[in-house]
């Protein structure tokens, strides 16, 4: 099974702050990966498909960039809607793996 | 708009069964694959489980294979989840959703299966 590892596992910062979420894959997995944001009580969405394609009617200020086992995700300017937590997950074989998530807070 | 209803959650005993359904709407549903995903409470997102538009194939994580059965009925735009055997560990949230490009594009809202005595 392909082990998809997240850092950091939770983050603080402030409204106006660039972040970067790193997914790190156990084997290469080309540009299968997506990633997804949670908030609490409801269900994950897409946010980045296929390594950094933008699904539509996200904000521009989510990036994603990476191909092989190395994969970001950047948010340019937080916004307080950005406060969630975020998981990258891997498309390129079954078992499909989700990273552990990481908690991103409000400082 | 797509639309994706889970049902079929509930309390349920140590080696008891539910079916969960997921009915979609706002697409054609027998031209795309569709999967499970759960959540334990407190807990990161694990795939459980995806079967083909036709059918025809069906995927499941080790830790379900055996006792967990996706299915569907394009006549009826609907996936299913026979849940058998069913442990405490398989406590969650349990999402429908539908894929897209090898990613899961759609979520429902999920239901909640709760295995205890």
């Known amino acids: 099974d392909i082990q998809m590892t997240q850092s950091p596992s939770s983050l603080s910062a402030s409204v106006g702050d660039r972040v970067t979420i790193t997914c790190r894959a156990s084997?290469?997995?080309?540009?299968?990966l997506n990633w997804y944001q949670q908030k609490p009580g409801k269900a994950p969405k897409v946010l980045i498909y296929a390594a950094s394609t933008l699904q539509s009617g996200v904000p521009s200020r989510f990036s994603g960039s990476g191909s092989g086992t190395d994969f970001t995700l950047t948010i340019s300017s937080l916004q307080p809607e950005d406060f969630a937590t975020y998981y990258c997950q891997q498309s390129y074989s079954t078992p499909y793996t989700f990273g552990q998530g990481t908690k991103l807070e409000i400082k | 708009e797509v639309q994706l209803l889970e049902s079929g959650g509930g309390l349920v005993q140590p080696g008891g069964s539910l079916r969960l359904s997921c009915a979609a709407s706002?697409?054609?549903?027998?031209?795309?694959?569709m999967s499970w995903v759960r959540q334990a409470p407190g807990r990161g997102l694990e795939w459980v489980s995806s079967i083909s538009a036709s059918g025809d194939t069906t995927y499941y994580a080790d830790s379900v294979k055996g006792r967990l059965t996706i299915s569907r009925d394009n006549s009826k735009n609907t996936l299913y989840l026979q849940m058998n055997s069913l442990r405490a560990d398989d406590t969650a949230i349990y999402y429908c959703?539908?894929?897209?490009?090898?990613?899961?594009?759609?979520w429902g809202q999920g239901t909640l299966v709760t295995v205890s005595s």
């Open positions: 706002g697409f054609t549903f027998s031209t795309y694959d």
């Open positions: 084997q290469t997995i080309s540009s299968y």
């Open positions: 959703a539908k894929e897209d490009g090898s990613n899961f594009h759609y």
